[in-house]
């Protein structure tokens, strides 16, 4: 149980396009989702929380217009990042709190690599 | 401020040795210990955790260790194994906070 999973695994794409990364909690409902981005060989960065059915909230220093995120279902967070450029080549990570579940347990997806040329 | 300190690095340890990889933190709030498990190019998957109304758990050859007073919890590998050899990281949550602080993560290498 508790599964989540993403979408792509991995993209590559230009300057300046957009880019949709998809996260699932494929067996239980998540109230709340997160979105990390972690860097080679370093630790987790929070980048927001989404609560379904509410706008983001951001960390500081995460530029909101760049990093769109939307939490359309109990079981769905998608976030798009928006023109990208080669600095936003990263590991992105979801992870997912289950709506019954006990403490702070968080459930993470299997990342996506993004590459932007 | 990195709320949560995590010790060694890295670490090479040779088969059937015992790892182990310490945290230290700071705020008496947090509640729920965590340790995650992290292979390269996939995301973290949770491998114990514990909470401060006890001071050890076992689960398999893995053990997290929990000192209240000196606010430090530790994670021991038993008959450490190469398939174990990943990047560990240590975390602390409050109940009913969202967050969770990561260590800065110590990558294990497990030696035939």
């Known amino acids: 149980g508790a599964v989540v999973s993403q979408h792509p695994s991995w993209v590559i794409c230009k300057s300046g396009t957009s880019v949709k990364i998809e996260c699932r909690s494929l067996?239980?409902?998540?109230?709340?989702m997160f979105w990390y981005r972690q860097f080679p060989k370093q630790s987790l960065m929070l980048m927001a929380t989404?609560?379904?059915?509410?706008?983001?909230?951001?960390e500081q220093g995460v530029e909101k217009d760049k990093f769109l995120i939307n939490h359309a279902s109990l079981t769905l967070s998608t976030l798009t990042v928006t023109s990208a450029h080669p600095e936003d080549s990263s590991f992105y990570i979801c992870s997912a709190k289950e709506l019954a579940g006990r403490y702070n347990e968080q459930f993470f997806g299997p990342g996506t690599r993004l590459t932007v040329l | 401020q990195q709320q949560v300190k995590q010790s060694p690095q890295s670490l090479i340890v040779q088969k059937g040795g015992i790892s182990i990889i310490n945290c230290a933190y700071e705020n008496t709030a947090f509640d729920y210990f965590p340790w995650y498990q992290q292979f390269p190019g996939k995301g973290p998957a949770l491998l114990i955790a514990?909470?401060?109304?006890?001071s050890e758990k076992k689960e398999g050859r893995f053990t997290i260790s929990f000192n209240k007073s000196a606010k430090q919890f530790s994670l021991h590998i038993m008959d450490s194994q190469p398939g174990d050899s990943a990047t560990y990281f240590c975390?602390?949550?409050?109940?009913?906070?969202?967050?969770?602080?990561f260590g800065t993560g110590t990558r294990l290498t497990v030696i035939p």
């Open positions: 989404s609560n379904e059915g509410s706008k983001a909230t951001y």
């Open positions: 514990i909470r401060p109304d006890v």
């Open positions: 975390a602390a949550s409050i109940t009913g906070a969202n967050n969770l602080f």
């Open positions: 067996d239980f409902q998540a109230t709340t």
